[in-house]
């Protein structure tokens, strides 16, 4: 029976693909249609449904989930006053002096904005429609447009605090505790201050790389007009630049919380916004409509994403999993490549918050058995599945941009525009791999605990952590 959990998964990722329809729902009708039939073929009892409520119950009060409308607002905000066109033009401000001044001011607003949206494709629906005309006004090129936007649009993935990386984080943790609670190791739990600062370097270099290589290609091009501001302009820029910045440093550095810094940076732009005029009653419910369809559709995906993997659990397929993963134990230099490489085979199909929810709880837990260092493999995780957003053909971001930018780009132009990219995220890539240091600089010591402080915290976290993880895995063991 275990097998069958394996064809769900794959009957899930065929139908997303053909029939278009939204994730949610297709992982809702899949887990209802399969539960349906395990029940009648006697793989497991009925009964185990009953656990459904109280795991979405549990995981809908963690607090972090707290921060994600707050982090939709600010989206939303940015959006429709539209600050997004006004950070571009003063990018372009700033560096006038290069010839790629467009793509450098879109790559810097995507590394300030796409924290905010959080998804690969709410930041392309942001910057596309704020970025690209502004690109297209400078004389960029269709293709190098379109691989800029792209680019930026993927760049909340690796910088933090993302609300990529903090829910990322928490999954880690989550797998992390599991993985303890199996093996018995006496090692400290990961957490998410941990995979911030992991990803803080790796993340950095990516944009280092973005804007070293948008220069280098526009070497030759002459320097666009330089771009006209307001004072007016210029200091609103430079007071929602210092607000983003100043909070998401925050968060970064453990000094505010994720939910604090929404909510601040929300009441802050929306008090500037009504301040200034510029958000009217029309343009208010815009940004509540956008700020709750987002965060509907979050959660929506959050509960069918728990539905799906506790049938998935349910007929023993993350055991199927962890026994194939087991057998590649004892050669980790194949074992953390395969899981790398079945994430970027997924990330063509699912967006960032449908892997952290649906493939991250079924790989990392027998991964993290094996591999001690979570943070770095979360750092990993989160690079290649960047990368995987940006491989031609299927890459979630260029099959989102086609429908998005007004210029339909070809396939091999894209591609030879985002070939230079590609390739020096993969060696980055492989430097991570190769030299688990470049994560760890940032981080305090890990030593061991004394085996009873391992144990109690282990215990701890265990009660606070995955308790909807026990729930599901108890109901198919007692059956």
Known sequence: MSALGLVMFAVAMILIIATGLPVYAVLLAVAALFGALGIALGAFDAALLQALPLRIVGLLEHDLLQALPLYAFIGALLNRLPLAALLQRAGQRLFARSAASGELAALSVGALLAPMNGSVGASLHTLARSIVPALAAGGTPSARSAATVCVASTLGIVIPPSLVLLLLGDAMMRAHTEAVNLSHAAVRIVNTQDVMRAALLPGLAVLLIAWALAAWGARSTAPAPRVALSGGELWAAVGVTAIIAGLLGGVALGRLYAVEAAA??????????????????????????????????LFALLIAATSFSLIVRAFGADRLIAEGLHALAGRPALLLPSVLGGLIACSFVLDAFEMIFLVIPLVMPP????????????????????????????????????????????????????APQLLAQALLIGAVLAFPQITRWARAAESAPPASAAADETERLMQEAIRAQQQERAAPDAH
């Open 367 to 418: 991964l993290l058995v094996a591999v001690d260092d979570a943070a770095w493999v979360a750092a990993l995780t989160l690079l290649v599945l960047q990368l995987g957003f940006l491989l031609p053909p299927f890459g979630y971001a260029l099959v989102m941009s086609r429908s998005l930018l007004p210029v339909r780009v070809g396939t091999r132009a894209l591609a030879r525009a985002l």
């Open 264 to 297: 601040s940076g929300a009441l802050l732009l929306a008090a500037g916004a009504c301040i200034g005029g510029g958000l009217g009653r029309s343009r208010w419910r815009l940004v509540l409509h956008d700020t709750m369809a987002l965060t509907g559709a």
